[in-house]
């Protein structure tokens, strides 16, 4: 329905607004000579044919917005070139508005016949904003036409969101890689089909000028119509000179027809493709069954999947951060792919977010940056966390600390007391259990690599300004100083610790003691020798002495508590030997000043003075 408006000054208008035309045929409009003003804005008109506006002499306003228009040509305007001469009789204002249509750019000479044309308005969600549209600048400029403010371009990328009046010649061009303001493949899913079913596939795409051209191929070689294997491909067809569709139809689908197919958009300007998966299988297809899953990432329930199917779940939320990586706007999933047998393959969880919020952290502390600057409050942080590592349960927990302490080991030359805090962190996670350590070690050689840690820590600090390093921390003890071989005579080690006291002041007898886990440890180291008189001292865990035939320097030692495990050794890794003495000595060698010999090995001491061979580990208290 329209309204037909008679204004002031006898001038007519006709207002089709908000109706559901569609086509505008050559001639729509003969008979209405009069007419001053037309408005067609918000209807479904996706076609004018030429000479549509055919007898509008005197029409002054023609208002097209909000219309589904794609094809546009000069021949639209026919008769309309006779506004220039009623145009200059009553000075009137032309408005020409194409906005909110579908087309992508327009015709060079559109506007021919538009001789007294003042004012244009043609933004589209799809402007594409390139060398096709060079001519309408220099047109606009020439006939001093005015282009409207609310005309945007929407491609490509960086020309988006720009008024196309206040571009540059310089910037329309077509060298830009091809983007397409649509583009899709329908279905886009992975199509899950059985033997003899039929699936259609349809591309469609902007048709940006005559270049596009639609091809499709399956696993990467070209596919026409074959009628024998039940393939049809259609011609491609082009919808209101904006749009080129194709379709493909597998008539008779057979297992030979799996895998990825691709429809390819070919141009002048480059290429673009889309792709998706068919899974053929047979009528009688094996599932995999329903299964639950727990591990580090929390707890995942697999439902009944078809095989060659990849299954996903959505990554379990947790309240310390949303994800162990860099915030994304997609979904966090799981996948798993159940093969064609029907059993479950192969999995991924690494998008999810570790369950454990101890793992989480220090997932996180592990991704951070470490310089000269944060390195000793990053430290002085992880011996504070690793405080509580008997609550580790994850074997990634004690991978990212030992990560960590890798990190933290280059600046020790370069802060005084960050070796300290390495030192720390190592005794602290002694009190990971045990499995959790040697899974750490299997996978990693988390354990080896962390005493390599605390062994560095003499050869990186010790120097002429600090000839002698003593650390002792509640479960491992360091001393590290440097000998010249012509003064070395020797080199006695000992461990003391300060016996329990009853309340009342008075030594808790052997017997009655329990274990050091919270006494004074003390652990020096003499080239003298000493060990005759130390024997006898209240409160002495171990002694061991190096004769001065062992000429070769070596610097520190280290001390790890009593009653503790191996869980690792530096030259053989997994390697385990309980311990079932008081205590492990091990040798860390220093900074020398001449090459080093036949180096004094580990040693593993007894109460009696007993000692044996032994290797630098890291332990775990025996339980």
């Known amino acids: 329905m329209g309204v037909w408006k008679l204004r002031s000054d006898y001038s007519q208008e ?4 908000h109706n559901k035309i569609s086509l505008l045929k050559n001639s729509s409009f003969l008979g209405l000579s009069y007419l001053d003003r037309l408005d067609l804005k918000n209807n479904l008109i996706s076609t004018i044919e030429p000479g549509a506006f055919r007898g509008l002499a005197v029409l002054r306003k023609l208002d097209l917005s909000n219309n589904r228009i794609g094809c546009v040509s000069p021949e639209m305007f026919v008769d309309l070139v006779n506004l220039s001469k009623l145009v200059s009789m009553a000075a009137p204002r032309t408005v020409r508005n194409l906005s909110g249509n579908i087309f992508s750019s327009l015709p060079d000479g559109l506007f021919t016949h538009l001789l007294s044309l003042e004012v244009l308005h043609f933004s589209s969600e799809s402007l594409y904003c390139d060398c096709h549209l060079q001519w309408l600048l220099v047109w606009a400029r020439v006939s001093s036409v005015r282009i409207g403010n609310s005309t945007p371009c929407a491609y490509p990328t960086h020309l988006h969101g720009l008024e196309f009046r206040s571009l540059r010649e310089q910037q329309l061009t077509c060298v830009a890689p091809l983007e397409l303001p649509l583009f899709q493949l329908i279905p886009s899913q992975r199509q899950v089909v059985f033997r003899g079913d039929r699936l259609p596939l349809q591309c469609t795409a ?3 000028d005559e270049s596009i051209r639609l091809q499709w191929s399956h696993n990467g070689r070209p596919v026409s119509t074959q009628e024998q294997s039940g393939v049809l491909v259609e011609d491609s067809i082009v919808h ?4 080129v569709t194709s379709e493909l139809i597998l008539s008779n689908i057979d297992i030979g027809l799996s895998g990825h197919w691709t429809c390819l958009v070919t141009s002048s300007r480059g290429n673009s493709s889309r792709s998706m998966e068919i899974v053929v299988l047979e ?6 069954p329903a299964e639950r899953v727990t591990n580090n990432k929390g707890d995942f329930r697999w439902p009944r ?6 299954a996903f779940l959505p990554c379990l939320p947790h309240s310390f951060g949303s994800s162990q990586h860099s915030s994304a706007p997609r979904e966090k999933k799981a996948w798993r792919r159940c093969d064609r047998a029907g059993h479950w393959a192969e999995e991924d969880y690494t998008q999810c977010a570790y369950a454990s919020e101890f793992t989480r952290v220090l997932y996180q502390l592990s991704q951070m940056a470490i310089n000269v600057t944060n390195a000793q409050a990053l430290a002085q942080q992880l011996s504070a966390f690793t405080s509580r590592a008997a609550l580790f349960d994850d074997k990634m927990d004690v991978i990212f600390v030992t990560h960590i302490m890798e990190r933290l080991l280059r600046f020790v030359d370069r802060i005084q007391d960050l070796g300290d805090y390495i030192s720390d962190i190592a005794s602290n996670m002694m009190q990971v259990e ?9 996978e990693a050689r988390a354990c080896t690599r962390m005493v390599q840690c605390v062994e560095r820590i003499a050869d990186l600090a010790l120097t002429g300004h600090t000839p002698v390093i003593s650390k002792v921390s509640p479960n491992i003890a360091l001393e590290a ?7 070395f005579t020797g080199l006695s080690c000992t461990a003391l610790q300060r016996a329990p006291l009853t309340p009342e002041g008075h030594p808790v007898r052997p017997a009655e003691a329990e274990k050091p886990a919270g006494s004074l440890l003390n652990f020096k180291c003499s080239t003298a020798d000493t060990s005759a008189p130390l024997l006898a001292q209240p409160g002495k865990m ?3 002495h190096s004769p001065d035939t062992q000429r070769e320097l070596f610097s520190p030692m280290t001390l790890s508590r009593a009653n503790w495990k191996r869980t690792g050794s530096v030259d053989r890794p997994g390697l385990q030997r309980s311990v079932g003495t008081n205590e492990t000595i091990s040798d860390v060698f220093g900074r020398t000043e001449e090459p080093l010999g036949n180096l004094l090995g580990g040693w593993v001491g007894t109460a009696g003075g007993e000692s044996r061979r032994s290797h630098a580990c890291a332990c775990q208290r025996a339980n």
Request: charged share 5%; aromatic share 12%.
């Open 14 to 17: 006709w207002v089709l607004s």
């Open 206 to 208: 902007s048709y940006l």
């Open 240 to 243: 209101d000179c904006c749009q």
């Open 283 to 288: 009528t009688s297809a094996p599932y995999c």
């Open 305 to 310: 999947t078809l095989a060659g199917i990849l």
């Open 434 to 442: 045990e499995h959790v350590l040697w899974m750490a070690q299997n």
């Open 481 to 487: 100083f440097m000998i010249k071989p012509s003064s």
């Open 542 to 544: 171990s002694q061991i």
